[in-house]
Every structure is written in structure tokens, then in C-alpha cells.
């Protein structure tokens, strides 16, 4: 069971990632408190602003420019995660907590291609569950790449299946999680 598999481990950190300082300190700071007393080390990973000080009182930050205003381009989404990938990877976390929809996206495969174990937590859908067509087509491959590398890990030897829970999904309405079984 994924509970029984994350023990403390002194000096391996929990990290939690967002799309911004803002979302982890109004919404995760009860959960980064908890999570010090059990982890010792937890970081936030998310791009700085005026929340940033706030957030570095009780836990470690590590900017990540997540290029939010230029979406629409592949190439700098691309270094957005190929940043996150390094970080990630540099911090060998015990386990990641990711929240927002691209963040997740991110988390999915970095997780899948490290073996890290991860909680996945949706609370929202956003704006793309009630757009356009192609919106909803954007976020059915989201969504679907989202649970496909959950259920995989890839190493440099081979592609596979992993038998145990490694991912947790956390949905915080039921309507998100309808949609969610709906598109996979």
C-alpha cells in the first residue's frame, strides 16, 4: 500500500509543486506544517512572488519559472519542464505533491521517469472543461497522458507496467473527479 511505502527518511525531502507561491501558501501551508513534523525537509517548488517570503518562513522555496504567460509555446513549456525535471532530480525527493492541471502533467512524467511516488491533486479543472471543443480535446490528452504515466514507469533498460500504487490521485469535488473517469 503507498502509505506503508513512504516512511520518513531523515534529510529526504517531501516536495510539493504549484504554479505559484500565492496557491501553496493559501492552500498547502496546513499540510507543509504536518508534513515538518513527520519529513523534516520540505520543499516548494513554484515561481516566486509576493508570497514567496511568506512561504520561505516555514519551508525551503526553489524558484521555477513555469513560463505561464507564454502557454502556447511548446519550446518554452518544454524548458519549463525540462527545469523541473533537473530540479527534481538534483533533490531525489521521497515524494512529490503536485497541484494544477500542467503542473500535474509535469509531476506524471518526471515521476514516471524517476520511480518517485506522487499525489496528484486536482481542484479544478479550469478553464478548459468548459471551453471549446478544442479545449476539451486539450484537456482529454491531458488527462489521459496524466493517468498513462501514472500506471508506467520508463527506465533506461525498459518501458513498464508498475504493479504497486505509486500515484495517488486526490480529487476536491466529486465533479472533477467525474470528468476525470469520464476522459480516461
Given at each position: 500500500m503507498f502509505k506503508d511505502v513512504i516512511l520518513p527518511i531523515k534529510n529526504v525531502p517531501v516536495?510539493?509543486?504549484a504554479n505559484s507561491s500565492w496557491y501553496?501558501?493559501?492552500?498547502?501551508?496546513?499540510?507543509?506544517?504536518?508534513?515538518?513534523?513527520?519529513?523534516?525537509?520540505?520543499?516548494?517548488?513554484?515561481?516566486?512572488?509576493?508570497?514567496?517570503?511568506?512561504?520561505?518562513?516555514?519551508?525551503?522555496?526553489?524558484?521555477?519559472?513555469?513560463?505561464?504567460?507564454?502557454?502556447?509555446?511548446?519550446?518554452?513549456?518544454?524548458?519549463?519542464?525540462?527545469?523541473?525535471?533537473?530540479?527534481?532530480?538534483?533533490?531525489k525527493p521521497l515524494l512529490i505533491h503536485s497541484h494544477t492541471l500542467k503542473i500535474n502533467l509535469f509531476a506524471s512524467l518526471i515521476s514516471s521517469i524517476l520511480n518517485i511516488p506522487c499525489i496528484i491533486s486536482f481542484a479544478g479543472m479550469g478553464r478548459l472543461s468548459n471551453g471549446?471543443?478544442?479545449?476539451?480535446?486539450?484537456?482529454?490528452?491531458?488527462?489521459?497522458?496524466?493517468?498513462?504515466?501514472?500506471?508506467?514507469?520508463?527506465s533506461m533498460k525498459k518501458f513498464h507496467h508498475h504493479k504497486d500504487k505509486r500515484v495517488i490521485f486526490i480529487f476536491q469535488n466529486e465533479k472533477d473527479k467525474e470528468l476525470y473517469e469520464r476522459l480516461i
Open positions: 516536495i510539493i509543486l501553496i501558501f493559501h492552500y498547502r501551508s496546513f499540510l507543509i506544517k504536518k508534513l515538518k513534523k513527520k519529513y523534516s525537509k520540505v520543499i516548494a517548488i513554484c515561481p516566486r512572488d509576493a508570497y514567496s517570503p511568506k512561504l520561505e518562513k516555514f519551508c525551503h522555496l526553489i524558484k521555477w519559472t513555469n513560463q505561464r504567460e507564454n502557454k502556447n509555446n511548446i519550446f518554452l513549456t518544454f524548458l519549463s519542464f525540462l527545469k523541473l525535471f533537473l530540479i527534481i532530480q538534483k533533490n471549446t471543443r478544442k479545449s476539451y480535446f486539450l484537456l482529454k490528452i491531458i488527462i489521459y497522458l496524466i493517468n498513462f504515466f501514472s500506471l508506467f514507469n520508463f
